[in-house]
């Protein structure tokens, strides 16, 4: 008798750690800032992981350091940065965290969907596979992949009581307030989903006259997202940074990226074209969605405010004027949804023997490790830790070459400095081991008219030769002979820098990764 209960419990054990095993070991092959590579190659990462050494190192965003993205993404990178800063291995640690925390809210989701036929452990892994299956995954590391778990825990209260906010108890209000704090704090773009929830909530407590209980969902959301709000605020008021995160933050991101020209009916067209293109871009997902929602309208469940949420999503994604691939991630828990409710289906009777189970969770498993490297094509330019270069063919070698030859051409101990004019941070901080030591030490995703300020920045940096290396990043095959090399970088790079980059700065060294890929670093001359 009591072996068969050991058996028994070991069973129970295996069946709860097998899941867990396997979500693990897709991390490792779908995540860019894996182990497993040399590197993660992704500009905006590499960003956000220089934002996040600055931070661990005193600097202050938005103060001594310009990015747009928000503070709780720049903490994040911080955090990865005290675990290892000198690559990617901190990140992939939070980023493994992340998905389990989406695993767990997977897995209460999939326990209140009563599964059929496979349990909610293997069932929950439709979670985690919605964020890494697709190609707005990318390499990893976006703020969207951050934001995931916010928007799924937020369905996750919808259908624990039964898309009825009416009966949503005040203590997840104050939870959903939180959550909507740390997705604003991480890039506010991506509230839609809590804008629009919020908004039914608001107009069901009116209609149903309970004026008294909405005052109590709105006094308590507020409390939770001030919970984070105010830590974040105290932070910036007592390093005299609060004006400079309004102006970075909000105001510069607003402004810099506002469309101009066009009348009202092209404007709305093109708004019209992001979302249509956005959904386009997964209409498989969207099927997936479609059939999830019809299960639930089957069993006479109202599905209304999860197509206004899913509406708000794609609208707050559009409004910049334009749509990026990872974007697209904010509006994957939707997917994990659709996946769980078709797999929380009877798929066969309930007689069918335990090979028949073991088949769905072996197809479950292979979904995790397969279907990243059939929909994410970023994958394939990731180089493996020990090789030369990528399936795809691109190389490592530009960053941590060019980097070792930084260092030799200034006196021994000093660390160089830096700026990139063209390009987000390639990596050249990580591998230099370096700092920013300017405001704006890499060029944004914004031209000349949209912010001058930054512009005017790399020039005054360059004329009084405040740092000892200038990069450029050429998309192009760089040419041997130097004259054809400085065209080269005079179209690479605004109008504005190339008289006082040729000035006060000389090519030093060129290397490349790919036929589209290559840097040229010049050293601030002698004279």
Not at 467 to 482: N, R, T
Request: hydrophobic fraction near 50%; proline fraction near 4%; charged fraction near 15%.
């Amino acid at each position: 008798m009591r072996e068969t209960m050991a058996t028994n419990k070991i069973t129970l054990i295996c069946k709860k750690i097998i899941p867990i095993l396997i979500l693990f070991g897709a991390s490792l092959t779908s995540i860019g800032s894996s182990p497993l590579y040399r590197t993660n190659p992704w500009v905006d990462s590499n960003a956000m992981l220089t934002m996040g050494r600055s931070l661990l190192h005193g600097l202050i965003p938005f103060k001594d350091i310009i990015e747009q993205r928000g503070p709780f993404l720049y903490a994040i990178y911080a955090g990865a940065a005290a675990i290892k800063e000198t690559s990617f291995l901190g990140l992939f640690i939070l980023q493994v965290f992340n998905l389990f925390i989406i695993y767990w809210i997977s897995y209460k989701i999939a326990k209140d969907l009563k599964p059929v036929f496979l349990s909610p452990e293997w069932i929950a892994l439709l979670g985690p596979l919605a964020l890494i299956s697709t190609s707005s995954f990318s390499f990893s590391g976006a703020p969207e992949e951050f934001a995931f778990g916010s928007i799924l825990y937020l369905l996750y209260i919808l259908n624990h009581w039964h898309y009825n906010v009416l009966e949503i108890p005040l203590s997840s209000f104050f939870l959903l307030g939180l959550n909507l704090s740390l997705v604003f704090w991480n890039k506010y773009s991506l509230i839609g989903t809590f804008v629009f929830f919020f908004i039914w909530v608001a107009g069901a407590f009116l209609y149903n006259r309970q004026f008294l209980k909405l005052c109590q969902v709105i006094c308590f959301s507020v409390l939770g997202f001030l919970s984070i709000s105010s830590i974040i605020i105290l932070f910036f008021t007592v390093n005299g940074a609060f004006l400079d995160l309004i102006h970075i933050y909000f105001v510069q991101n607003m402004t810099a990226y506002k469309r101009t020209g066009g009348s009202m009916l092209a404007n709305s067209w093109q708004f019209l074209y992001l979302i249509a293109k956005s959904i386009r871009t997964h209409y498989i997902v969207v099927i997936i969605i479609i059939l999830g929602w019809l299960k639930a309208i089957y069993h006479k469940i109202d599905m209304k405010i999860e197509l206004v949420m899913l509406l708000g999503t794609l609208i707050f994604l559009a409004m910049p004027h334009w749509v990026i691939n990872y974007y697209n991630l904010i509006w994957m828990p939707f997917f994990a949804m659709g996946m769980m409710r078709i797999a929380s289906s009877g798929f066969v009777d309930q007689g069918e023997n335990y090979i028949s189970r073991f088949s769905f969770q072996f197809l479950f498993a292979s979904a995790l490790f397969i279907l990243p490297f059939i929909n994410n094509q970023d994958l394939s330019h990731l180089v493996i830790r020990g090789e030369v270069q990528a399936i795809h063919g691109n190389k490592y070698l530009a960053q941590p070459m060019l980097s070792k030859q930084m260092h030799n051409s200034l006196p021994k101990g000093k660390i160089p400095s830096l700026i990139v004019i063209n390009n987000l941070d390639p990596g050249f901080y990580l591998t230099t081991q370096t700092l920013p030591t300017t405001r704006y030490w890499h060029r944004m995703n914004m031209k000349y008219n949209q912010l001058p300020a930054m512009y005017q920045s790399f020039e005054n940096t360059m004329a009084h030769k405040k740092v000892d290396f200038v990069i450029v990043g050429l998309h192009v095959q760089p040419k041997k002979q130097v004259h054809e090399l400085s065209r080269q970088i005079e179209n690479a790079i605004d109008p504005s820098l190339r008289r006082t980059l040729w000035k006060n700065y000389k090519i030093k060294m060129v290397s490349q990764n790919a036929q589209d890929e290559s840097y040229i670093v010049l050293m601030k001359s002698s004279n």
